[in-house]
């Protein structure tokens, strides 16, 4: 009898057991699988031909690396692959490729290449606005009463109706007209003015905070007072 009792405990104690390890699985979060990182479209904006003979040289220059690290300068071989990895990342850089933090990075002075890189960011005029007047500094120059470069008010309408139907921007859009007047100011000079821009937007600035100050630019678009 007593056994019988002690059986059915058991039992019973096993049940619950089995029972509260079920309860506990179900409770156990699944791990969540890490996406994988989605990749940006690239478009090749260099030969395939010429990125596969340069990626030729420098896959030969690590070559000799071995015999650098070897050898009685192994300072030398690991400056030498400091630089290779450089090279090759520059060169996916200028072939189209768009890295995952694109928007946080200085844009550089490659017109086309910030052209593509713009279509993963998107602008927003407000902030544009706070970089013009603030942080860039470039309401300063483009004041109308300053007189010293175009003005701010109408640029778009002025970008649309004057400047791109200079012969010189025949096969310009307005984003790119816009872009390299801020990146490279110096290589269309606007009649009238003298280029008194500074040059290194591009090291100073983001993609991000470019967007932002072009989508402030395109919505300069009531009258010129030029
Ligand atoms: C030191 C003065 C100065 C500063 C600062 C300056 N600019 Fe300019 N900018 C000029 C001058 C002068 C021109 C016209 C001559 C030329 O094309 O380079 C010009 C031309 C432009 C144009 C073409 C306008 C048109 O009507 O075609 C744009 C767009 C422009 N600048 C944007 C900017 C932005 C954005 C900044 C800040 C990131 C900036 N500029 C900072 C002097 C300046």
Redesign the pocket.
């Known amino acids: 009898m007593l056994r019988r009792k002690s059986t059915i405990i058991l039992t019973a104690l096993g049940l619950l057991l089995i029972a509260t390890g079920w309860i506990a699985a179900q409770e156990t979060p699944t791990p969540i699988p890490t996406p994988e990182p989605t990749p940006i479209p690239v478009t090749l904006l260099c030969d395939p031909a010429e990125l596969l003979r340069q990626q030729a040289e420098l896959s030969a220059r690590l070559q000799s690396l071995s015999q650098d690290m070897a050898g009685a300068s192994p300072e030398v071989g690991l400056d030498s692959l400091f630089k290779v990895g450089e090279a090759y990342q520059q060169l996916a850089l200028d072939c189209g490729y768009i890295p995952a933090d694109a928007a946080e990075r200085p844009v550089g002075s490659d017109v086309q290449r910030i052209l593509a890189a713009l279509d993963t960011v998107y602008g927003d005029p407000l902030n544009g606005q706070l970089l013009?007047n603030g942080e860039?500094?470039?309401a300063?120059?483009?004041l109308a009463e300053a007189k010293?470069?175009?003005p701010t008010e109408g640029?778009y309408t002025?970008?649309l109706d004057v400047?791109l139907l200079d012969p010189a921007l025949s096969d310009y859009t307005p984003t790119q007209y816009?872009i390299e007047?801020?990146i490279d100011?110096?290589h269309?000079?606007?009649p009238g003015?003298?280029?008194?821009?500074?040059s290194n937007?591009g090291d100073r600035i983001s993609l991000q905070q470019l967007a932002d100050?072009l989508s402030f630019?395109e919505s300069q678009d009531g009258p010129s007072p030029e």
């Open positions: 013009y860039l500094a470039c300063g120059c483009h010293v470069a175009p640029t002025r970008v400047r816009l007047s801020i100011p110096g269309y000079v606007v003015y003298t280029n008194i821009m500074v937007f100050v630019l």
